[in-house]
């Protein structure tokens, strides 16, 4: 059993409830930056109109995005492990401020024949600097938590991914069409100063009596383990269908189902709230049962025959937004409800001295793939339609399942 159990902790005691502090402080700083790396992609429709692009531009803007994190994840991760979660934290939010605010004076639609050089070179320091809010709040939370609630905790941290996301799918679209993107990177701004202000006043380092042990659940070093390189490959490829979905997702609902754009929002919203929810959920269940594994695999498979429907859908001329956006939304949830559990294991097989980069390592491999997929789909796309990317997705999901390890004792 993978299940370890929980150590008695009381919200009487003021280091027990300074925890949930420490965890929203996580949940803004993710959220933030999710708003960035999760809601620029949703104005997609409208920021090809606006600076005019093609679907391959388009592609390498938003990719740029995910390669700049890809690039800084683990860097941060091991700064993070040997500063501290708090320097690293404050000086990666207060440069994601930086690069929006330079995407502000020289990127909007319109500056010139440099814009778009501006907006992916932009685009890339935001991924950049912002990619330190994963390995620096997954340190500050693993270590205020105790066993037994560390998934739950985790998975909340994770629901501020769909939850930024969300936000960023009701609000940016509409934003940019009406306001403009020097609104969208504004709204972005003021965003990540909130979260800079969390954490100076809530966060600081646990108590010892609440930190895991310092040895890794492997007894090796996270960078050699196995097991640890085995799960962020997992993630990072489990991403894949996600990103896909989440970058041209609105595109696809407006070219194969005549969609408006209310109803592309509002389906990529419900994406978002979806996965919150099962993030939540799965991180209480799998603390419950001791069984992260076996669910990962099983979020593999689901993942799986979901796009592998919608895939079967986009084959077909017959099927209108109105069956279109349930399947896609079902999909969508489904490739976004397991990073919670993921995150969890992936710190708990690196033990509390290396969080950061085992963290870092993780983020790495997810942002690669965001990159790589982001380049990837408009190729397919013009090859064989939409059914060949959402096929595509669904091999790769059904590619992970053996990949996450098999549960313990199997």
């Known amino acids: ?38 809601g620029i992609p949703v104005t997609s429709v409208v920021l090809r109109t606006d600076y005019r692009l093609s679907n391959a531009e388009l592609g390498l803007a938003l990719g740029l995005l ?17 500063l501290g979660d708090r320097k690293v934290l404050l000086a990666g939010l207060l440069g994601t401020v930086a690069a929006l605010w330079l995407l502000v004076l020289f990127a909007l639609p319109g500056q010139g024949g ?6 992916c070179a932009g685009l890339m320091l935001a991924g950049l600097l912002g990619g330190s809010v994963n390995g620096s709040s997954g340190r500050a939370v693993m270590g205020w938590f105790r066993d037994g609630e560390r998934g739950l905790a985790m998975s909340i941290r994770q629901t501020a991914v769909p939850l930024g996301g969300g936000i960023g799918a009701l609000l940016l679209p509409s934003l940019a069409a009406h306001a403009g993107f020097g609104a969208v990177y504004g709204a972005l701004i003021a965003g990540c100063l909130a979260s800079v202000w969390l954490t100076l006043i809530w966060l600081r380092e646990p108590p010892a009596a609440t930190q895991a042990p310092a040895h890794a659940a492997t007894g090796t070093p996270a960078l050699r383990s196995a097991v640890v ?15 896909a979905l989440i970058s041209f997702g609105g595109i696809f609902l407006q070219e194969a189902g005549h969609a408006g754009l209310v109803l592309i929002s509002a389906a990529l919203t419900a994406v978002q709230i979806g996965a919150a929810v099962c993030r939540i959920a ?14 990962l695999r099983g979020c593999a498979m689901l993942s799986a025959a979901l796009f592998a429907l919608l895939g079967v859908l986009a084959l077909g001329s017959h099927a209108g937004a109105m069956i279109l956006a349930p399947a896609l939304v079902a999909a969508g949830v489904a490739v976004s409800a397991w990073h919670g559990v993921a995150y969890t294991e ?27 997929t982001a380049q990837a789909v408009p190729p397919l796309l013009q090859w064989r339609g939409w059914a060949a990317v959402w096929l595509a997705m669904a091999v790769v999901a059904l590619m992970v399942r053996p990949l996450f390890p098999a549960p313990q004792g199997k």
């Open 346 to 372: 992936l710190a708990v097989m690196a033990g509390s001295a290396q969080i950061g980069t085992a963290l870092g390592l993780g983020n790495s491999c997810v942002f690669t793939v965001f990159f790589l």
């Open 66 to 82: 995910s390669l700049g994190v890809a690039l800084g994840e683990l860097p941060w991760g091991v700064l993070t492990d040997k």
């Open 1 to 38: 059993m993978e299940h370890t159990a929980a150590v008695a902790t009381t919200d009487l005691d003021p280091a027990a409830r300074h925890r949930w502090k420490v965890l929203a402080a996580g949940v803004a700083a993710n959220a933030s930056f999710s708003a960035i790396f999760s």
């Open 114 to 119: 440099a814009t778009y050089a501006w907006l």
């Open 282 to 295: 799965s991180g209480r269940w799998t603390d419950r049962r001791g069984n992260r594994r076996a669910y």
């Open 229 to 243: 390189w085995r799960l962020a490959l997992a993630t990072g490829l489990l991403c894949a269908p996600q990103v």
